[in-house]
C-alpha cells in the first residue's frame, strides 16, 4: 500500500490520492449568473455556448518505485465532431479502439506554471473507465512528470498543499 507523509500535517497517510477539477476552466470563465442558460455540466461532459466541448478525463503521472501512478482529474476540449464521436461510444463497454482524440487542456493543476491550453490526447478506455489525457511531450514540469514519473515527496508536497492550504 502506498503512503508518504504528509509535508504539513507531519502524519501518514495511506492511499494514492487523486484531485480534480469539476469543471474545466472555460466554465469558469462563464459568469456565474449565465452558466444555468449558457452551461450543460455534468460529471463528465460540459458544453458551453454549444460551442464549447469539454471531457472529463485522468492525467496519470507514475510516481517512482510505484505501481499505482497518481492522477488528476482535469477537462480537455474536443472539436464538435470528435465530441459527437465521444458521445456516440460513451456507453460502449469496449470502446478503447475509439480515437484518440486531439484536446486543449482546460484545467489548472496547482504547484505548476500555467497548464490551460497544453495539447493533449484523450484516450478512451473500456468498462466505463474515464478517458487516459496524455499531454503532449513538450518540456512543461507536467509534461515531463508525465513521462518520466514523480516521486513519493512531490506528491506529499502536492497533497499538502491541496488538503492543508488556508482559504
Known amino acids: ?46 458544453i458551453v455556448d454549444q460551442k464549447a466541448f469539454f471531457v472529463r478525463g485522468y492525467l496519470e503521472l507514475p510516481v517512482h518505485s510505484e505501481t499505482e501512478a497518481f492522477s488528476w482529474g482535469v477537462w480537455v476540449s ?36 500555467s497548464t490551460e491550453n497544453l495539447k493533449t490526447r484523450a484516450h478512451f478506455r473500456g468498462d466505463g473507465i474515464r478517458p487516459y489525457i496524455e499531454v503532449e511531450p513538450t518540456d512543461h514540469p507536467l509534461a515531463v512528470e508525465q513521462r518520466n514519473g514523480s516521486s513519493v515527496d512531490r506528491v506529499a508536497e502536492i497533497y499538502a498543499f491541496l488538503e492543508h492550504r488556508r482559504p
Not at 472555460?26 to 442558460?37: A, K, L, M, T, W
Request: net charge negative; glycine share 8%; hydrophobic share 35%.
Open 78 to 113: 474536443l472539436s464538435r465532431d470528435h465530441f459527437a464521436e465521444f458521445m456516440a461510444h460513451f456507453d460502449a463497454p469496449q470502446r478503447s479502439h475509439i480515437g484518440p482524440f486531439f484536446g486543449w487542456l482546460s484545467a489548472g493543476p496547482p504547484l505548476y506554471p
Open 1 to 46: 500500500m502506498f503512503r508518504f507523509m504528509c509535508t504539513s500535517c507531519n502524519e501518514w497517510h495511506e492511499g494514492m490520492p487523486t484531485f480534480g477539477a469539476d469543471a474545466p476552466l472555460y466554465f469558469h470563465g462563464v459568469p456565474p449568473e449565465e452558466r444555468g442558460s449558457r452551461c450543460l455540466l455534468d460529471s463528465d461532459t460540459c
